[in-house]
Every structure is written in structure tokens, then in C-alpha cells.
């Protein structure tokens, strides 16, 4: 602590008040990035965009899935319905001694059956409805936007740079550059002697 000053151990890290990271919610390689830091940026405006080979395979894929679920669930209901014909038609047999109880009972059972298979159909074409919902998601957040206006504060370096959710920031910016924070260590013996407004130097 000279001349009214103090002598920072280290040198200070400087940062914005504010910030709001911006993580690629999929993994994949940049084919365009459409900031650099320093630019001013509104709010909805590209920042970068995904390789969008990956999420449309996956969209392919489901979509896929939910056509073929469709088709079992049409099969099932037709086995159903098949099924329960077979019913009427032995009940009514039965009931002028034509058919046995056996045979009326299997045929009961042959409708639990395909009542069962249709259900199941359903089950799995709704969860293949929502794989599609989940993969144009994924196609539509392909696409990296500023959420706030502010300022680009750290963007990729160049095209095809990985990035993913556990790969840190797509870009990070804040609502402006001043004022600004400094984060240092102060030695121990001077900490008595910090004061609000004080000038530090580094």
C-alpha cells in the first residue's frame, strides 16, 4: 500500500456485471459463425450455426419410427376387429349348439388379446410422436441465437469447431462493457485499509 494505492498481488481479472453463456444444446461442428467478440448483437440475432447432417438423420430416423408404429397400430386394430368377428360369429353357433364353449372361450381370449397388442401399438406410436417432437427440436436449436441484446464477448475461432453442451459457451456476451469488474487478490496486510472508492493498482 504506497502513496494511497494498493499493490495487487497478482494481476486483476476483469469481467462484465453481467453475462449469459450461450451452450450449443447438441454436439456437432459449427458451419457458420456469424459473430465475432466485440460485435453488438440484438436480441433473436444469429450467433452461429450447427452441421445440420446429424439432426436431420435423427429426424429421418424418427420419423421413421413413428410410420411404423403407425402401420402396427392399423394391423392391431384390424386384428382386432378380426377378432371380435371371430367372437360374434361363434357366439352365435353356440347358441344353436353349432360351437362349443371351448371354442367360444379361445375365441374370447384371441379378442383380450388383440385388445392388449392394440393398446400396446398406441403406447409406442405416442412415444415415437414425441421422438419426432424431440428431433425437430433438435433441428430447430441448430440454429444459435443471442437471447439478450448486448455485447459478443467470446465466440469460436473458426469453422468447424466442436462444440456441445459439456464442450462450454458457443458465444458470451453481456449487456455492455461498462461498467466493468475487477477481481484480484489483495495481500493480507492491506485488507484493513480497503476502502469503498479506494484506487487499487495492479
Not at 92 to 104: F, I, N, P, Y
Not at 170 to 183: M, S
Request: proline content about 5%; cysteine-free; hydrophobic content about 45%.
Amino acid at each position: 500500500f504506497t502513496n494511497g494505492v494498493f499493490d495487487l498481488l497478482h494481476p486483476g481479472h476483469v469481467d462484465v456485471l453481467e453475462r449469459i453463456d450461450v451452450p450449443s444444446p447438441l454436439g456437432g461442428s459449427l458451419v457458420s459463425i456469424d459473430v465475432a467478440p466485440g460485435d453488438h448483437v440484438t436480441a433473436g440475432q444469429p450467433l452461429a450455426r450447427l452441421d445440420p447432417r446429424r439432426s436431420e438423420l435423427a429426424l429421418g430416423a424418427a420419423r421413421a419410427t413413428l410410420d411404423a408404429s403407425t402401420s402396427r397400430v392399423s394391423a392391431a386394430r384390424a386384428a382386432l376387429d378380426a377378432a371380435r368377428g371371430q367372437l360374434a360369429r361363434l357366439e352365435r353357433l353356440a347358441a344353436r349348439e353349432l360351437a362349443g364353449e371351448a371354442d367360444v372361450e379361445s375365441a374370447r381370449y384371441a379378442v383380450e388379446r388383440a385388445t392388449a397388442e392394440l393398446h400396446a401399438a398406441r403406447a409406442e406410436q405416442t412415444t415415437a410422436a414425441s421422438g419426432v417432437g424431440t428431433a425437430e427440436l433438435g433441428a430447430e436449436s441448430g440454429l444459435l441465437r443471442a437471447p439478450i441484446d448486448g455485447v459478443v464477448l467470446q465466440a469460436p475461432a473458426r469453422l468447424g469447431s466442436l462444440v456441445g453442451p459439456e464442450l462450454g459457451a458457443v458465444g458470451v456476451r453481456g449487456r455492455g462493457l461498462a461498467p466493468l469488474r475487477l477481481e484480484a487478490d489483495v495481500g493480507a496486510a492491506d485488507l484493513g485499509a480497503v476502502r469503498v472508492g479506494r484506487p487499487a493498482g495492479v
